[in-house]
């Protein structure tokens, strides 16, 4: 019985040692499909206008006039994330405003610690699909915002909801969250 078995090993050595390695080249693929999923995802939000990302500057002023015809409802809401020490909030939940009209907000932060620290607004539109409409003419969230200890500030956002916002959206949430950055700002 002995003498059957041998003549199989090589050939099933051969099976196994050919599954290992499909197996670590699945392993492979996979570990370089998590690095690009970052990117393709940023891609496929910038195509679709999913996720809700806002752009990271200034937009240019609106050329295309007032829809006086429609008024949508802009929200606002604020949080700060875990460990950061701030109040931070608008200073209105909301506004009205016409298509293509300029609008001026505020947003009241103070630094509640002991220690001067630096922070970050990241924002987000809901629905996603809005994101490419709400155009930011000024905002806060353009540069980072150190606040001493004790300091408050109002910091302001003008906006306007371009023309072309489709016909079923009537109301636009703006969500900012502040993070603490102080560690990864140049001193």
């Given at each position: 019985?002995?003498?059957?078995?041998?003549?199989?090993?090589?050939?099933?050595?051969?099976?196994?040692?050919?599954?290992?390695?499909?197996?670590m080249?699945?392993?492979?693929?996979?570990?370089?499909?998590?690095?690009?999923?970052?990117?393709?995802?940023?891609?496929?939000?910038?195509?679709?206008?999913?996720?809700?990302?806002?752009?990271?500057?200034?937009?240019?002023?609106?050329?295309?006039?007032?829809?006086?015809?429609?008024?949508?409802?802009?929200?606002?809401?604020?949080?700060?994330?875990?460990?950061?020490?701030?109040?931070?909030?608008?200073?209105?939940?909301?506004?009205?405003?016409?298509?293509?009209?300029?609008?001026?907000?505020?947003?009241?932060?103070?630094n509640?610690?002991?220690?001067?620290?630096?922070?970050?607004?990241?924002?987000?539109?809901?629905?996603?699909?809005?994101a490419?409409?709400?155009?930011?003419?000024?905002?806060?969230?353009?540069?980072?915002?150190?606040?001493?200890?004790?300091?408050?500030?109002?910091?302001?956002?003008?906006?306007?909801?371009?023309?072309?916002?489709?016909?079923?959206?009537?109301?636009?949430?703006?969500?900012?969250?502040?993070?603490?950055?102080?560690?990864?700002?140049?001193?």
């Open positions: 019985m002995s003498t059957e078995q041998q003549p199989m090993q090589p050939e099933n050595n051969k099976k196994v040692a050919k599954t290992v390695k499909k197996l080249l699945v392993v492979f693929a996979m570990f370089g499909f998590g690095f690009a999923l970052v990117p393709l995802y940023d891609v496929f939000c910038d195509i679709t206008g999913l996720n809700g990302k806002t752009s990271n500057s200034a937009a240019n002023v609106n050329a295309d006039g007032i829809d006086e015809s429609r008024t949508i409802t802009v929200q606002f809401i604020s949080r700060t994330a875990k460990g950061i020490p701030w109040q931070f909030e608008p200073m209105v939940n909301e506004v009205k405003v016409h298509p293509g009209e300029m609008k001026l907000v505020k947003f009241y932060a103070k509640e610690s002991l220690n001067d620290i630096v922070g970050q607004a990241v924002p987000s539109v809901s629905p996603g699909q809005a490419i409409y709400f155009q930011k003419i000024e905002c806060f969230c353009f540069n980072s915002q150190p606040l001493k200890s004790q300091e408050d500030v109002e910091m302001a956002l003008q906006f306007y909801v371009d023309t072309e916002l489709p016909q079923e959206v009537s109301t636009i949430t703006l969500s900012y969250t502040l993070y603490d950055i102080t560690g990864s700002v140049e001193s």
